[in-house]
């Protein structure tokens, strides 16, 4: 029987256990909820806001219990606002507690000899490669759990991005597919789309951009023994590779994520075109990696940042690719499906720290989708698309564009009908019929070319077919080369006129050379162009129905005809001016100012109806020209149909005179119908009914 003194310190030994153990029940129970002073739970880490009135520009909070660090709140319209957070529950010791070997004593272990039980401390650990060499060199699986069920405040955040940046530092030899599914789990846990807030109030802005450069040195340093759709299968954050050689087959990645903790994705692949694998000389490998947040943090981490001012709206794609090869071709779906939500091709230059855009190419922009080609190299191995700054958009131009086309529209149809009226009192010789027939021509071409705008533009607003798109574009760019070869017959015509004097051509073989020039040449380009370009889909735009400048440069089958034809028409203007101020005898101060008035009446006739306030179109191709620039060339070409009429019309004297002259005679017309209306034999007609 054992001695009272005996039974009492084991009694006491067991009341102590049992107390143990249940206190830590309750606090595995109550989790992160802790007692406030004022007895209410809290549930979280950090306290809202400062105590106290916003009366200083600054104020700092400590850190919930359990959590080191603290939190900064600026004083915004007399109110606190957030702008910092250091808070942490992690560090290199509490990564590897569960892994020290040591055993904690449980009441079912009573029973085990005190002598075998090692109570002496672990060594410590100073790094986190010191900690995952000890504990975890085959897949450093053992940071995982700790990771995962850390809170994804962002001192957390910063920590772990920190953490990853070592393992790709020092952890770089002999990456393993496992290491590889451990490394994108750990990445995975702060790109969740629940932690993408807090990146906004990390100190260190670059830590998304660490981030970014650390899963892309890592994967350059995996070895795949076989191919692998899914290396890394999270929902943040997705890894693939490939064995490739000069025989392989294009290649392409194929990613479908989630943005959201829902089911709707978003798309994304990459190919290695056929062309770039035949340079291999050796069998090597391909990985590709996509995040579909990644986009999301950056824009949060860096919105007030002047180096990243636009918006990234896809996934960020990643590939590691052999030295030789170069080219990709990446297709993007948009985040942001707004038809305002135009897109341009970027790639990130690690060493620059910012997006590149000479970097990619952009092939094409349609619906929702944005395919282009890019450069790869161990500077630039990151992709995505931007909100393209490039389309201008201001209200101003839309207005003076669409008010233009309606008064220019409205302006060639007067014009038509007004020729339709004087066409047999003013076209009497040669020379004034094929001018008459040249104006009839360039108001037909310029009124067909901006209705081919308008359903161009309507077709861009409302995405229609491509096929359509391009039909459109082909119209359009022909009916304003029809515009500008017109012009150019006029001012033939006007040589032609001035200079030749004894010989004239018959008016079958003048309008023979007026159609072959006015709509021959026009269609030889267009047809050119189009079939130069269309097969590689880069005939039009990708942000519009007109064509391509970025990928194909289409758009020089357009300018280079049209600058030319404006420079003959400069020089056609010279040679006018030259021959008007031919001297005559007698003449007199009166005449002298008589020649200068001429003068002024033909440039100011041939500046507009020649084409050459298109030559403002110049400075538009200009990156960062001045706005004022586009609001003149909007001005002066949206108007161009009013200027036909002006100057080519109604300031022609021969043509106001025919038009009094057709008046006059439909009023003498209605006067005489009126009066033989009103005659006695009328009236007695009218009588006996």
């Given at each position: 029987m054992k001695s009272p003194a005996t039974m009492i310190c084991c009694l006491a030994l067991f009341l102590a256990t049992e107390c143990s153990h249940y206190r830590s029940k309750i606090d595995m129970k109550d989790g992160h909820k802790h007692q406030s002073p004022g007895g209410?739970?809290?549930?979280?880490?950090?306290?809202?806001?400062?105590?106290?009135?916003?009366?200083?520009?600054?104020?700092?909070?400590?850190c919930a219990k359990h959590f080191r660090g603290e939190i900064g709140f600026t004083c915004n319209q007399k109110?606190?606002?957030?702008?910092?957070?250091?808070?942490?529950?992690?560090?290199?010791?509490t990564l590897f507690q569960g892994s020290n070997g040591v055993s904690r004593v449980s009441t079912a272990a009573a029973s085990a000899p005190l002598p075998n039980l090692n109570f002496r401390a672990p060594e410590p650990v100073n790094s986190v490669a010191q900690g995952i060499r000890k504990n975890c060199p085959l897949d450093y699986g053992c940071i995982i759990n700790v990771v995962k069920s850390s809170e994804a405040t962002s001192g957390n955040i910063a920590f772990i991005v920190e953490l990853l940046k070592n393992i790709s530092i020092d952890l770089s030899d002999n990456v393993t597919q496992e290491k590889m599914k451990s490394y994108g789990k750990v990445a995975n846990h702060i790109l969740d789309t629940a932690a993408v807030s807090n990146w906004a109030f990390i100190p260190d802005k670059n830590a998304s951009l660490d981030l970014l450069q650390s899963v892309n040195l890592f994967a350059r340093q995996l070895h795949l023994h076989n191919d692998s759709d899914n290396i890394v299968d999270e929902l943040f954050i997705q890894t693939k590779g490939f064995r490739i050689n000069h025989s392989t087959?294009?290649?392409?990645?194929?990613?479908?994520m989630s943005t959201?903790?829902?089911?709707?994705?978003?798309?994304?692949?990459?190919?290695?075109?056929?062309?770039?694998?035949?340079?291999?000389?050796?069998?090597s490998q391909a990985i590709s990696i996509a995040f579909p947040t990644l986009g999301a943090i950056l824009n949060e981490a860096h919105l007030q940042n002047v180096s990243l001012p636009r918006l990234v709206n896809g996934l960020v794609l990643s590939v590691v690719l052999p030295e030789n090869l170069k080219q990709i071709l990446l297709t993007f779906e948009k985040t942001n499906k707004s038809q305002s939500a135009r897109a341009q091709c970027v790639g990130w230059h690690?060493?620059?720290?910012?997006?590149?855009?000479?970097a990619c190419v952009m092939i094409r922009d349609i619906r929702n989708e944005v395919r282009c080609r890019c450069d790869s190299s161990n500077a630039v191995m990151s992709f995505s698309i931007l909100m393209s700054p490039k389309s201008i958009t201001d209200k101003v131009l839309e207005y003076i564009t669409c008010i233009g086309l309606g008064v220019s529209i409205l302006s060639l149809i007067f014009c038509l009908i007004i020729e339709a009226m004087v066409w047999s009192r003013v076209a009497v010789t040669e020379i004034s019929y094929m001018r008459h027939v040249c104006i009839v021509n360039i108001a037909v071409s310029l009124l067909t070319a901006n209705v081919c705008f308008i359903i161009a533009s309507n077709f861009n607003s409302k995405a229609q077919d491509y096929n359509l798109c391009v039909a459109v574009t082909f119209f359009s760019h022909f009916f304003y080369l029809c515009l500008f070869?017109?012009?150019?017959?006029?001012?033939?015509?006007?040589?032609?006129g001035i200079l030749v004097v004894f010989h004239r051509m018959m008016k079958s073989c003048m309008m023979a050379i007026g159609f072959a020039i006015g709509y021959g040449c026009p269609l030889v380009i267009a047809v050119t162009t189009v079939a130069i370009t269309e097969p590689g889909k880069g005939y039009v735009r990708p942000e519009a129905c007109w064509l391509n400048w970025d990928s194909t440069k289409a758009l020089l089958a357009f300018v280079i005809p049209a600058l030319v034809i404006v420079a003959v028409n400069l020089l056609v203007v010279f040679v006018v001016a030259v021959n008007t101020q031919r001297p005559f005898i007698g003449s007199s101060k009166s005449q002298d100012i008589a020649i200068i008035m001429r003068i002024s009446k033909n440039?100011?006739?041939?500046?507009?109806?020649?084409?050459?306030?298109?030559?403002?179109?110049?400075?538009?191709?200009?990156?960062?020209?001045?706005?004022?620039?586009?609001i003149i060339f909007a001005l002066l070409n949206a108007f161009q149909g009013f200027f036909i009429l002006l100057f080519g019309t109604i300031m022609d004297h021969k043509i106001r005179d025919a038009l009094k002259m057709s008046m006059t005679l439909l009023k003498g017309k209605s006067r005489a119908a009126e009066n033989a209306s009103l005659s006695p034999t009328n009236r007695s007609k009218l009588m006996n009914r």
């Open positions: 209410k739970s809290t549930v979280g880490k950090t306290q809202e806001k400062c105590q106290g009135a916003c009366t200083t520009s600054y104020c700092v909070q400590s109110k606190w606002q957030k702008s910092t957070e250091t808070c942490t529950s992690l560090s290199v010791e087959s294009e290649k392409r990645f194929n990613f479908s959201k903790n829902t089911t709707e994705g978003i798309s994304g692949m990459i190919e290695i075109p056929r062309q770039e694998l035949w340079k291999l000389q050796n069998a690690s060493r620059k720290r910012r997006w590149d855009e000479n070869f017109w012009m150019l017959f006029k001012a033939l015509l006007i040589v032609y440039v100011a006739i041939l500046t507009p109806l020649l084409g050459l306030t298109w030559g403002f179109g110049i400075t538009t191709f200009i990156e960062d020209i001045p706005s004022v620039f586009h």
